[in-house]
């Protein structure tokens, strides 16, 4: 029996090009920066002398593997079309007006920076030399501008931005070198290249040393000019690091910052990814583990960048606020390095070791809540706050964007069903409590799911009309069919559902994830004049209720109160609603009317609700977060908001949109509030 077959001379297989091999002939054949070649044939020549056998081989090998697999020139080119770019975001969004216009206005001066033409000034005191040379650089496509001698071309240099200077050493007046230096005054970013008869290499090494490029011998080899002067333009066309600071789209969840940032990456020809860093624990996950680790692996950032392929994508950094209770390490200055034009084209990788580009990448922040952020991050970004969408918005883009896509995904396209703009808002008020629209997004994939069902079983939803299995009419979803579809509503409007009550305030706060309404209790009885707060107030908050208390105890007389009263009755005020942090001074209207109302027995309008920091002697100070928390009180079925006259300007901006449907009244004191607030007063 033949168990083993004999290998016969020439039926070889090709002998297997060892690992080793394969990453030699990448590194010889790939694209690379001197000093990432340098780092993979250094890591090749340590694993040729390692046993194969031994863990750091395979380490070794991966390494490298990594660092080839890099996009280290690979790029997607740019595609800066406003028009186009335009197009993009109103297609992918309803409304959002301003912030279209910031991005677009952000991409603008990114077009602009990048085609702007190669401008270059010759300056030589001899006009057929200058008419030659402007004559050779003209033809190969560059904007260039002559100067007689080195006033006037110092003048041109203050009247256009230059990207290169060709000028003579000696002339009249002002010579070349003179030029180069009063030229960097006014214009450091130009470049100078320095002509010259008299070459000597004590001059050349002077002029370099003063900051000129290149220097070139007379006469003039014009193969050796145009090469200089288009490596320098090739320089300037490879889309430099790009200086303006980074945007930061901040704002309630669910307000499209994401999709925003998508749309960029889609008008830009981009790849686009996002990272949350919401849950990032370790300065390491960012920027990977040092290699003598076991186990150690490079960072996200390189690591997306490497899935990527491409080394000029659209990069979201999700949710930074909330990076940083529980980090190791210090995430602010991995940010600032990540996010600094200055540093991130040698950002360091602790795996990789060696400096990748992340300069073309395109960074885009979100937040919810920016407040959360170090100053230092927060200067190196530009905040575009997202706000919160009014009801009549959120059935806007329910109807244009979010429910064509639901019916689509849930193949309830043959016919769509028609879903009412009635039924829509039904949606809105009773099964979501948000300032964005990501829950009215899944309640309408729920309706979907129930009407995908009940078109496959043929059967009608309770109380509606009959859904056809194949064709024919279309299912129509109106407000009342909405209960059967959902369920009972999941929300009440308490500010329009309460009775009128002593001691009961409604107030606004603003959150991070939008603007919610706060009822402020206050309840009194026999004691000794303490103030008891409870329901987790911060700092700011006890001392607003301890200036609310003095104002109402110091105005007793105008109040028509006792002024004995307080020293015989101890006051209890709470918060309720646990979740939501009360920390601020805009609740201090509030709590002054909580009080008022408890002493003078009168009743607050629940309808009616409030901000407004106030001060010790009655005055209503302008508080921020206006558009949330009117906002929340249309949510909440206010009927009018109380704010500080202060914000009129905000408010007004408000009325301007699709503001929601609730009177705002202007106060200037305290007292002025009063009869907007307690009943029958
Ligand atoms: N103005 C709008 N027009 C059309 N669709 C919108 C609009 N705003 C939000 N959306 C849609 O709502 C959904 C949620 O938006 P997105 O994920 O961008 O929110 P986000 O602000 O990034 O939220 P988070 O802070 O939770 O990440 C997406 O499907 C998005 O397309």
Redesign the pocket.
């Known amino acids: 029996m033949l168990f083993f077959q004999k290998r016969t001379e020439g039926a070889l297989p090709p002998a297997p090009t060892s690992d080793l091999e394969q990453l030699k002939a990448r590194i010889a054949s790939q694209e690379l920066p001197f000093h990432a070649r340098e780092a993979a044939k250094r890591e090749l020549e340590r694993l040729e002398k390692t046993d194969q056998s031994v863990a750091e081989y395979g380490v070794g090998l991966a390494y490298l593997d990594f660092l080839l697999g890099l996009p280290w020139v690979v790029a997607t080119p740019d595609r800066l079309n406003l028009a186009e770019a335009e197009a993009v975001l109103a297609r ?5 007006g301003q912030i279209k216009d910031r991005v677009l206005e952000y991409l603008a001066s990114r077009a602009l920076r990048n085609v702007a033409d190669f401008h270059v000034l010759v300056v030589d005191d001899e006009d057929i030399a200058r008419a030659n040379l402007e004559h050779v650089l003209r033809k190969e496509g560059y904007r260039v501008r002559g100067a007689a001698n080195g006033l006037e071309a110092l003048e041109e240099v203050r009247r256009w931005e230059f990207d290169l200077i060709v000028t003579d050493l000696k002339m009249d007046k002002m010579d070349g070198l003179e030029l180069l230096a009063a030229a960097r005054q006014v214009s450091p970013a130009t470049r100078v290249m320095l002509v010259t008869g008299f070459a000597t290499v004590d001059t050349a090494v002077a002029a370099m040393r003063q900051g000129a490029v290149y220097y070139l011998a007379k006469p003039v080899n014009l193969d050796e000019l145009r090469s200089t002067v288009a490596r320098l333009a090739g320089e300037k066309a490879a889309p430099t690091a790009f200086r303006s600071p980074v945007l930061c ?1 901040s ?10 940032g998508q749309a960029i990456a889609e008008a830009l020809g981009r790849k686009f990814h996002r990272i949350s860093l919401a849950g990032l624990r370790d300065e390491a996950e960012l920027r990977g583990h040092r290699r003598t680790y076991v186990g150690a692996l490079p960072g996200r950032v390189l690591q997306s960048i490497s899935r990527l392929g491409v080394r000029n994508p659209v990069f979201m950094l ?2 930074i606020d909330k990076i940083g209770k529980d980090f190791r390490g210090d995430p602010a200055a991995v940010f600032l390095e990540m996010l600094d034009p200055e540093q991130n084209g040698q950002f360091v990788d602790n795996y990789l070791e060696v400096p990748f580009d992340l300069s073309q990448v395109l960074f885009i922040a ?1 937040a ?1 809540d920016v407040r959360e952020l170090s100053g230092p991050l927060l200067d190196r970004l530009e905040v575009v706050p ?1 706000a919160g ?1 009014s009801a009549g918005e959120k059935v806007g ?1 329910a109807a244009s ?2 429910l064509p896509r639901q019916l689509r995904e849930h193949g309830l396209t043959h016919p769509y069903p028609v879903v009412t703009p009635q039924a829509i808002r039904a949606v809105v008020d009773g099964y979501t409590r948000e300032a ?3 829950n009215l ?1 899944r309640e309408l994939g729920r309706i979907c799911r129930k009407l995908a069902k009940l078109r496959l079983e043929g059967t009608t939803p309770p109380g509606g009309q009959a859904v056809p299995a194949g064709g024919a009419d279309a299912t129509v979803v109106d407000e009342a069919l909405i209960p059967a579809l959902l369920g009972p509503k999941r929300f009440i409007r308490e500010a329009a559902g309460s009775t009128p009550r002593v001691g009961v305030a409604t107030g606004l706060v603003y959150a991070d994830y939008g603007g919610e309404i706060i009822f402020v209790e206050a309840i009194r009885m026999k004691g000794t004049g303490q103030l008891l707060l409870t329901g987790s107030l911060g700092e700011v908050l006890r001392e607003s209720a301890q200036t609310a208390l003095s104002l109402v105890r110091s105005r007793a007389g105008e109040l028509g109160l006792d002024p004995d009263l307080f020293a015989t009755q101890d006051v209890h005020v709470h918060i309720p609603a646990g979740s939501i942090p009360k920390e601020g001074s805009s609740a201090g209207l509030t709590l002054a009317l909580a009080l008022i109302s408890l002493f003078t027995d009168k009743a607050l309008r629940p309808d009616v609700a409030m901000t407004g920091e106030i001060t010790l002697t009655g005055y209503v100070l302008p508080v921020g977060g206006i558009r949330e928390k009117v906002l929340a009180a249309a949510r909440a079925g206010a009927r009018q908001v109380i704010l500080p006259e202060g914000n009129r300007t905000d408010a007004l901006a408000l009325a301007g949109t699709d503001g929601p449907e609730l009177e705002t009244l202007f106060v200037r004191t305290v007292f002025e509030a009063l009869p907007l607030a307690l009943v029958g007063d």
């Open positions: 992918r969004h309803q409304g959002l789209f704002g309630p969840p669910g307000t499209g910052k994401t999709s925003v999700d949710e979100t919810n997202f969408y883009i964007h979010l964005g629209v990501r997004d």
